[in-house]
């Protein structure tokens, strides 16, 4: 499976009010629902303000904006081919550019996962609306492993402990940060997980590249779960 990371670059036309959590810009104008879009950012900072109660954020006219836009090869490349100016959130936003970069990750010894949009990890021993507050790889990484795989839970279930043979994790530096999402708190995981490879497994590899490209956790399409993932 090849995995594709798009940056779509955009200007608003005129200064305007957006909601806190600004994926909402990047759904409006890529419409897919087979690929996952991150908030606005600035350089290689996201554009989220984390608050319990509903702060709008403000953009500025003719200044350059970037969401991300990720998933499988083609289904990146679809989804980018209706890409138009549109009028979101009270002004027209302006398409400057698109850069694409196929997805690879390299195996080393360590591996560095930095959260830099909440990230809201699924059980996945059971279907449940509860999340899970835990850094363990087999955890962290389940949507990924199902996804890649094309796994149901129960069949992932049978594999979290070969998974966690792998890939031991290290100390880590992780917080909770609570943001307002569709008039919801939504609280969820950032920070810098890291973890020790134990064993080269190309599933551990794909399950990785699954996650640069379409983030972990669920509500990857929403923006939740952006990560970058190092090898060290």
């Known amino acids: 499976m ?9 200007t608003p036309t005129t200064s305007a ?3 806190p959590f600004t994926s909402k810009v990047g759904k409006s104008l890529v419409l897919s629902r087979k ?5 606005l950012r600035v ?3 996201y554009l989220v303000r984390y608050s319990t109660v509903p702060y709008f954020m403000e953009v500025e006219a003719g200044k350059e904006y970037s969401f991300d836009v990720g998933g499988d090869y083609y289904d990146v490349i679809d989804a980018l081919k209706g890409l138009e100016r549109k009028k979101v959130f009270n002004t027209v936003w302006e398409v400057v550019d698109v850069k694409l970069r196929e997805v690879e990750f390299e195996f080393k010894d ?12 699924a059980d996945p021993l059971k ?3 509860k999340k899970r507050f835990t850094n363990l790889f087999a955890f962290v990484f389940a949507v990924n492993f199902m996804d890649h795989l094309g796994l149901t839970r129960e069949e992932f279930r049978g594999l979290i402990l070969e998974v966690e043979g792998k890939v031991r994790e290290e100390p880590s530096k992780v917080w909770y940060e609570t943001v307002i999402y569709a008039g919801k708190k939504v609280v969820g995981l950032v920070g810098e997980l890291r973890y020790t490879l134990l064993e080269e497994d190309e599933r551990v590899k794909g399950a990785l590249e699954n996650a640069i490209a379409k983030g972990i956790g669920s509500s990857r399409r929403n923006g939740f779960g952006r990560v970058t993932v190092e090898s060290e």
Do not use: H, Q
């Open 35 to 39: 690929v996952t879009i991150s908030p």
């Open 17 to 19: 009010i957006i909601p």
């Open 127 to 129: 279907k449940s609306k």
């Open 43 to 45: 350089g290689n900072t």
């Open 2 to 10: 090849t995995y594709l990371l798009a940056e779509v670059v955009v």
């Open 110 to 121: 360590k591996i560095k996962v930095s959260v830099r949009t909440p990230a809201l990890i």
